[in-house]
Protein backbone atom coordinates (compact mmCIF):
# COMPACT_ATOMS: atom_id res chain seq x y z
CA UNK A 1 0.00 0.00 0.00
CA UNK A 2 1.09 3.37 -1.16
CA UNK A 3 0.67 6.38 1.01
CA UNK A 4 0.68 10.20 0.03
CA UNK A 5 0.25 13.18 1.56
CA UNK A 6 -2.21 15.54 -0.42
CA UNK A 7 -0.25 18.73 -1.70
CA UNK A 8 -0.33 22.17 -0.17
CA UNK A 9 -2.72 23.19 -3.13
CA UNK A 10 -6.51 24.68 -2.93
CA UNK A 11 -7.28 24.52 -6.67
CA UNK A 12 -9.64 22.38 -8.10
CA UNK A 13 -7.11 20.11 -9.69
CA UNK A 14 -7.58 16.72 -11.12
CA UNK A 15 -6.32 15.10 -7.33
CA UNK A 16 -8.98 16.80 -5.99
CA UNK A 17 -11.29 15.79 -8.48
CA UNK A 18 -9.95 11.90 -7.92
CA UNK A 19 -10.64 12.26 -4.34
CA UNK A 20 -14.27 13.66 -4.88
CA UNK A 21 -15.31 10.76 -7.86
CA UNK A 22 -13.78 8.54 -4.76
CA UNK A 23 -15.91 10.06 -1.77
CA UNK A 24 -19.09 10.00 -4.24
CA UNK A 25 -18.44 6.51 -5.27
CA UNK A 26 -18.76 5.42 -1.91
CA UNK A 27 -21.96 7.87 -1.09
CA UNK A 28 -23.53 6.15 -3.77
CA UNK A 29 -23.27 2.71 -2.17
CA UNK A 30 -24.13 3.92 0.91
CA UNK A 31 -20.73 3.20 2.33
CA UNK A 32 -19.99 5.85 4.82
CA UNK A 33 -22.40 8.38 4.42
CA UNK A 34 -21.73 10.98 6.98
CA UNK A 35 -19.08 12.19 4.69
CA UNK A 36 -20.89 13.17 1.78
CA UNK A 37 -18.77 14.81 -1.46
CA UNK A 38 -20.18 18.09 -1.04
CA UNK A 39 -18.06 18.39 2.41
CA UNK A 40 -15.07 17.76 0.77
CA UNK A 41 -15.83 20.98 -2.28
CA UNK A 42 -17.09 23.24 0.32
CA UNK A 43 -14.44 22.55 2.58
CA UNK A 44 -12.20 24.20 -0.06
CA UNK A 45 -14.48 26.81 -0.81
CA UNK A 46 -14.84 28.24 2.74
CA UNK A 47 -12.92 31.38 3.96
CA UNK A 48 -11.84 29.51 7.00
CA UNK A 49 -9.86 26.99 4.79
CA UNK A 50 -5.97 26.66 5.55
CA UNK A 51 -3.61 25.67 2.82
CA UNK A 52 -1.25 23.97 5.23
CA UNK A 53 -3.73 21.76 6.55
CA UNK A 54 -3.96 19.87 3.44
CA UNK A 55 -0.97 18.24 3.97
CA UNK A 56 -2.00 16.58 7.06
CA UNK A 57 -4.49 14.77 4.84
CA UNK A 58 -3.54 10.95 3.48
CA UNK A 59 -4.53 9.08 0.50
CA UNK A 60 -4.58 5.57 0.61
CA UNK A 61 -3.48 3.85 -2.77
CA UNK A 62 -3.40 -0.07 -3.90
CA UNK A 63 -2.32 -0.58 -7.49
CA UNK A 64 -2.54 3.07 -8.34
CA UNK A 65 -5.89 3.18 -7.50
CA UNK A 66 -7.46 5.41 -4.62
CA UNK A 67 -8.59 2.69 -1.72
CA UNK A 68 -8.86 5.28 1.30
CA UNK A 69 -8.84 9.02 2.14
CA UNK A 70 -7.99 10.41 5.83
CA UNK A 71 -9.17 14.58 5.94
CA UNK A 72 -9.89 17.42 7.88
CA UNK A 73 -12.30 19.63 7.95
CA UNK A 74 -12.66 22.98 10.87
CA UNK A 75 -11.52 21.49 13.76
CA UNK A 76 -8.02 20.52 13.45
CA UNK A 77 -7.41 17.07 15.10
CA UNK A 78 -10.93 15.56 14.02
CA UNK A 79 -10.28 12.92 10.96
CA UNK A 80 -12.87 11.69 9.16
CA UNK A 81 -12.20 8.96 6.31
CA UNK A 82 -13.78 6.89 3.81
CA UNK A 83 -11.97 3.07 2.79
CA UNK A 84 -12.86 0.03 0.29
CA UNK A 85 -11.12 -2.51 2.81
CA UNK A 86 -11.05 -3.62 6.36
CA UNK A 87 -7.00 -3.93 5.41
CA UNK A 88 -7.07 0.02 4.07
CA UNK A 89 -8.91 0.48 7.82
CA UNK A 90 -6.41 -1.11 9.46
CA UNK A 91 -3.94 1.10 7.63
CA UNK A 92 -5.54 4.24 8.92
CA UNK A 93 -5.43 3.58 12.69
CA UNK A 94 -2.33 2.68 12.22
CA UNK A 95 -1.22 5.99 10.53
CA UNK A 96 -3.51 7.55 13.21
CA UNK A 97 -1.46 6.20 16.04
CA UNK A 98 1.46 7.72 15.28
CA UNK A 99 -0.17 11.09 16.01
CA UNK A 100 -1.45 11.04 19.66
CA UNK A 101 -3.86 14.48 19.16
CA UNK A 102 -5.74 12.60 16.28
CA UNK A 103 -8.96 11.91 16.98
CA UNK A 104 -11.43 9.99 14.51
CA UNK A 105 -15.14 10.10 13.50
CA UNK A 106 -16.55 6.60 13.10
CA UNK A 107 -20.01 6.28 11.68
CA UNK A 108 -21.42 3.66 14.36
CA UNK A 109 -22.63 0.93 11.63
CA UNK A 110 -19.04 0.67 10.90
CA UNK A 111 -18.27 -2.06 13.00
CA UNK A 112 -14.62 -3.35 11.45
CA UNK A 113 -13.26 0.15 12.35
CA UNK A 114 -14.41 0.17 15.49
CA UNK A 115 -13.68 -3.34 16.03
CA UNK A 116 -9.78 -1.81 14.82
CA UNK A 117 -9.51 1.36 17.37
CA UNK A 118 -10.52 -1.01 20.09
CA UNK A 119 -7.84 -2.80 19.60
CA UNK A 120 -5.46 0.10 19.98
CA UNK A 121 -7.15 1.28 22.93
CA UNK A 122 -9.43 4.22 21.84
CA UNK A 123 -12.44 5.52 23.71
CA UNK A 124 -15.44 6.95 22.45
CA UNK A 125 -15.88 10.49 23.43
CA UNK A 126 -19.59 12.76 23.41
CA UNK A 127 -18.87 14.43 20.17
CA UNK A 128 -21.50 13.14 17.93
CA UNK A 129 -22.99 13.86 14.31
CA UNK A 130 -26.15 13.10 13.08
CA UNK A 131 -27.24 12.35 9.25
CA UNK A 132 -30.84 12.67 8.71
CA UNK A 133 -32.91 11.84 5.15
CA UNK A 134 -36.32 13.55 3.78
CA UNK A 135 -39.11 10.78 4.26
CA UNK A 136 -41.36 12.68 1.85
CA UNK A 137 -41.08 13.73 -1.87
CA UNK A 138 -42.45 17.73 -0.99
CA UNK A 139 -42.05 19.88 2.09
CA UNK A 140 -45.07 22.44 2.15
CA UNK A 141 -44.99 26.08 3.13
CA UNK A 142 -46.60 29.49 3.34
CA UNK A 143 -44.49 32.55 2.55
CA UNK A 144 -45.24 35.47 4.76
CA UNK A 145 -46.18 38.72 3.33
CA UNK A 146 -43.60 40.91 1.92
CA UNK A 147 -41.24 38.06 1.27
CA UNK A 148 -39.91 36.66 -2.03
CA UNK A 149 -37.97 33.51 -3.39
CA UNK A 150 -35.28 34.16 -5.51
CA UNK A 151 -33.57 31.37 -7.15
CA UNK A 152 -29.96 32.41 -7.15
CA UNK A 153 -29.23 31.22 -11.00
CA UNK A 154 -31.31 33.45 -12.21
CA UNK A 155 -30.07 36.62 -10.09
CA UNK A 156 -27.12 36.37 -7.94
CA UNK A 157 -25.52 39.20 -5.35
CA UNK A 158 -22.92 38.50 -3.89
CA UNK A 159 -22.71 41.65 -0.90
CA UNK A 160 -26.22 40.37 0.01
CA UNK A 161 -24.87 36.67 0.02
CA UNK A 162 -22.23 37.38 2.23
CA UNK A 163 -24.59 39.87 4.51
CA UNK A 164 -27.02 37.22 4.75
CA UNK A 165 -24.50 34.36 5.76
CA UNK A 166 -22.81 36.32 8.24
CA UNK A 167 -25.88 37.65 10.32
CA UNK A 168 -27.61 34.10 9.89
CA UNK A 169 -24.65 32.13 11.41
CA UNK A 170 -24.89 34.58 14.07
CA UNK A 171 -21.09 36.25 13.59
CA UNK A 172 -22.04 39.48 15.22
CA UNK A 173 -20.15 42.76 14.87
CA UNK A 174 -19.83 44.81 11.66
CA UNK A 175 -20.30 42.77 8.31
CA UNK A 176 -16.53 42.67 6.39
CA UNK A 177 -17.05 43.53 2.74
CA UNK A 178 -13.02 43.56 1.70
CA UNK A 179 -12.30 41.82 -1.25
CA UNK A 180 -11.06 39.38 0.24
CA UNK A 181 -14.62 38.30 2.25
CA UNK A 182 -16.41 38.84 -0.76
CA UNK A 183 -14.11 36.43 -3.43
CA UNK A 184 -14.16 33.52 -0.88
CA UNK A 185 -17.88 33.97 -0.73
CA UNK A 186 -18.09 33.79 -4.47
CA UNK A 187 -16.06 30.94 -4.49
CA UNK A 188 -18.72 29.00 -2.73
CA UNK A 189 -20.95 29.24 -5.60
CA UNK A 190 -18.64 29.57 -8.40
CA UNK A 191 -16.99 25.74 -7.01
CA UNK A 192 -16.64 23.27 -10.00
CA UNK A 193 -19.91 21.09 -8.94
CA UNK A 194 -22.01 23.73 -7.01
CA UNK A 195 -25.24 24.54 -9.10
CA UNK A 196 -26.96 27.87 -8.72
CA UNK A 197 -29.94 26.65 -9.55
CA UNK A 198 -29.95 24.64 -6.47
CA UNK A 199 -29.57 27.62 -4.55
CA UNK A 200 -32.71 29.92 -3.46
CA UNK A 201 -32.77 33.18 -0.78
CA UNK A 202 -35.70 34.43 0.67
CA UNK A 203 -36.11 38.23 0.35
CA UNK A 204 -37.32 40.81 2.25
CA UNK A 205 -36.87 44.87 0.82
CA UNK A 206 -34.07 43.56 -1.57
CA UNK A 207 -32.05 42.15 0.84
CA UNK A 208 -31.50 38.32 1.17
CA UNK A 209 -32.89 37.40 4.96
CA UNK A 210 -32.75 33.59 4.70
CA UNK A 211 -30.71 30.78 2.27
CA UNK A 212 -30.43 27.48 1.53
CA UNK A 213 -28.40 25.69 -0.91
CA UNK A 214 -28.50 21.71 -2.07
CA UNK A 215 -25.33 20.19 -3.49
CA UNK A 216 -26.46 17.79 -6.18
CA UNK A 217 -25.03 15.75 -8.80
CA UNK A 218 -27.04 14.89 -12.07
CA UNK A 219 -27.26 11.10 -12.47
CA UNK A 220 -26.55 10.33 -8.36
CA UNK A 221 -28.74 9.37 -5.95
CA UNK A 222 -27.86 11.24 -3.04
CA UNK A 223 -28.22 15.35 -2.55
CA UNK A 224 -26.82 16.70 0.50
CA UNK A 225 -28.44 20.43 2.04
CA UNK A 226 -25.72 22.87 2.96
CA UNK A 227 -26.08 25.57 4.10
CA UNK A 228 -29.35 27.22 5.45
CA UNK A 229 -29.39 30.23 7.81
CA UNK A 230 -32.09 33.32 8.01
CA UNK A 231 -31.17 36.31 9.71
CA UNK A 232 -32.20 36.89 13.07
CA UNK A 233 -34.64 39.46 12.76
CA UNK A 234 -36.74 37.27 10.35
CA UNK A 235 -36.43 33.89 12.23
CA UNK A 236 -39.44 31.80 13.13
CA UNK A 237 -41.66 32.97 9.67
CA UNK A 238 -41.06 29.88 7.74
CA UNK A 239 -38.63 31.45 5.51
CA UNK A 240 -36.33 28.47 6.36
CA UNK A 241 -38.91 25.70 5.13
CA UNK A 242 -39.60 27.62 2.39
CA UNK A 243 -36.41 27.88 1.12
CA UNK A 244 -35.31 24.52 1.42
CA UNK A 245 -38.64 23.08 0.22
CA UNK A 246 -37.59 25.31 -3.21
CA UNK A 247 -34.17 23.47 -3.02
CA UNK A 248 -35.42 19.85 -2.45
CA UNK A 249 -37.97 20.52 -5.40
CA UNK A 250 -35.27 21.49 -7.80
CA UNK A 251 -32.82 18.54 -6.49
CA UNK A 252 -35.74 15.85 -6.71
CA UNK A 253 -36.93 17.41 -10.53
CA UNK A 254 -33.49 16.60 -11.58
CA UNK A 255 -33.55 13.13 -10.44
CA UNK A 256 -32.01 13.24 -6.69
CA UNK A 257 -33.69 9.88 -4.96
CA UNK A 258 -32.53 10.91 -1.62
CA UNK A 259 -32.34 14.61 0.31
CA UNK A 260 -30.04 14.45 3.30
CA UNK A 261 -28.70 16.89 5.97
CA UNK A 262 -26.01 16.39 8.52
CA UNK A 263 -28.34 17.51 11.68
CA UNK A 264 -30.68 16.46 14.10
CA UNK A 265 -32.47 19.79 15.08
CA UNK A 266 -36.42 19.73 15.79
CA UNK A 267 -36.30 22.16 12.35
CA UNK A 268 -35.36 18.91 10.00
CA UNK A 269 -37.83 17.12 12.01
CA UNK A 270 -40.47 18.62 11.90
CA UNK A 271 -39.98 18.78 7.72
CA UNK A 272 -40.39 15.40 7.39
CA UNK A 273 -37.01 14.09 7.85
CA UNK A 274 -35.34 11.43 10.22
CA UNK A 275 -32.06 10.49 11.48
CA UNK A 276 -30.90 7.39 9.98
CA UNK A 277 -27.15 7.87 10.54
CA UNK A 278 -24.31 8.66 13.21
CA UNK A 279 -21.04 8.83 13.53
CA UNK A 280 -19.34 9.41 16.91
CA UNK A 281 -15.61 10.74 17.63
CA UNK A 282 -13.13 8.72 19.06
CA UNK A 283 -9.81 9.51 20.56
CA UNK A 284 -6.66 7.75 22.26
CA UNK A 285 -7.27 6.16 25.50
CA UNK A 286 -5.78 8.80 28.10
CA UNK A 287 -5.51 11.94 25.72
Not at 63 to 75: I, P
Not at 87 to 115: C, F, G, Y
Amino acid sequence: MTIKHYPADRSYSALFEEVRQFILRLNENHTYDIYHWSRWEWYFARHSFRTEDLQKMLLFYEDQKLQGVLMLEDEPNIYYYLATSKAVKAQIVRELNHMPDATLMIEESDLDMRALIALSNWEETDYIEHMAKLTKDHIPYQLPEGYELLCIRDDYDVKKHHACLWKGFDHGGDIPMSDEHLMYRERQVSSPHFKKRYAYAATYQDEYVAWTSIWYQEGTDIAMIEPVCTVPEHRRKGLASATISKCVDAAIRDGAKQIIVGSNKKLYLSLGFEVYKYARVYKQAGK
